[in-house]
């Protein structure tokens, strides 16, 4: 069922023409007495007007005829079997998403992008209403659902694509060089750990009605590393195409596109 709802957006604020806009992410650590710093100078509001989710269930997009792709949309929603667990509670042992999930999660990018020579997997996170216990152990894997409009990733939209290039000379300092010089995608993975959803769906947009210009670059420090977040400002109209999955089952993987070096490939969502 497609909704009808008003989407959060960053609010442009004059304080941005001479201060850049930041995010410190607080989780994993807490703040010290005499951090003065804020965690953060954003401001959101939502949009004006009802935007429109389509809902993408029961269509040939959703039954696996790939009408959506990652090279021209920026995402794509497939079916794989489910995986090997999915206990909520298995996916508090860090080591059996390391073993197991990660290396689910690897062969279906190879299967759905056509000439990969390397997958690395740098981060996951699981996304939940996080009780009043979860919130004081501050776990840094797990976190709230997002309500701000944003693109997924810490990249810069300047080229070249500074933060991307330098994540993966850190993470992959003796391939670095030949994977450079090749083509280099960061995908995002997202998969229920136990279905069917019934509340928060993940909406995404279309890549291609995405205006670069509408972008603000945001700073955004999470521990150890400092990279840049996009977020757009909202815009009349009902211009961006917004897409959803209902009821995403264990078995309805969804990837999206965050990074791709590519020229003309939709490189954001």
């Not at 930041?22 to 005499?34: D, E, L, T, V, W």
């Not at 090997?84 to 689910?104: C, M, R, V, Y």
């Not at 976190?143 to 997924?152: G, K, M, P």
């Not at 990733?153 to 991307?164: G, I």
Request: aromatic content about 10%; charged content about 30%.
């Amino acid at each position: 069922m497609d909704i009808e709802t008003k989407l959060k957006y960053l609010q442009w604020q004059t304080s941005y023409a001479h201060t850049r806009p930041y995010r410190i992410a607080q989780f994993g650590r807490k703040r010290k007495n005499n951090d003065q710093k804020k965690p953060h100078n954003l401001v959101f509001q939502e949009g004006a007007a009802f935007e429109t989710i389509r809902d993408i269930r029961g269509t040939t997009e959703a039954e696996g005829n790939q009408s959506f792709t990652l090279e021209i949309n920026g995402f794509v929603y497939s079916r794989y079997p489910p995986p090997l667990f999915t206990n909520p509670k298995d996916f508090g042992d860090p080591a059996h998403i390391q073993n197991i999930f990660l290396p689910e999660c690897e062969a279906i990018l190879r299967n759905e992008i056509e000439g990969v020579d390397r997958v690395f997997i740098f981060d996951w996170k699981i996304r939940k209403k996080k009780s009043a216990k979860e919130q004081r152990k501050r776990n840094g894997n797990l976190l709230s659902f997002a309500r701000q409009v944003h693109i997924d990733t810490l990249l810069t939209k300047d080229e070249p694509a500074t933060s991307m290039l330098e994540r993966i000379r850190n993470h992959l300092p003796e391939e670095a060089h030949h994977l450079l010089s090749g083509r280099v995608q960061m995908i995002n993975m997202w998969r229920p750990i136990n279905g069917p959803v019934e509340d928060q769906p993940l909406a995404v947009c279309d890549g291609r009605t995405v205006d670069t210009s509408r972008l603000v670059e945001t700073d955004m420090t999470r521990g150890d590393y400092t990279g840049t977040m996009l977020y757009p400002l909202y815009e009349p109209g009902n211009i961006r195409q917004w897409y959803y999955l209902s009821r995403q089952g264990v078995e309805d993987v969804l990837l999206f596109k965050s990074f791709d070096s590519k020229t003309g490939s939709v490189k954001r969502e």
